[in-house]
């Protein structure tokens, strides 16, 4: 009998490229301080997207899913920073 192995696709990448307004609100939130981590890692995920890498390494860098990285490129490609972040 042959065992079939299903070989995960790879997912489409992400084009995320916010403007310089968005990036400085980005910068700035993440210098802040004392930021709660769910929000440091949200902020995180926006600007490892606008640098161009692919959703994949994103989530081996962060240590968080996929899902969890699509929802904020959906929710800040609608062009709601404030609540990509949230």
Known sequence: MKST???QARAAPIELK???EDR???GALLSHGLISARIFKRAR???LLDEGRHSSEVCLALGTTRDLVRRRW???S???LPRATC
């Open 18 to 20: 916010l403007k310089a």
């Open 5 to 7: 192995v299903r070989k």
């Open 24 to 26: 400085l609100q980005l």
């Open 78 to 80: 609608a062009r709601h």
């Open 45 to 47: 995920v926006l600007r």
């Open 74 to 76: 959906c929710r800040s």
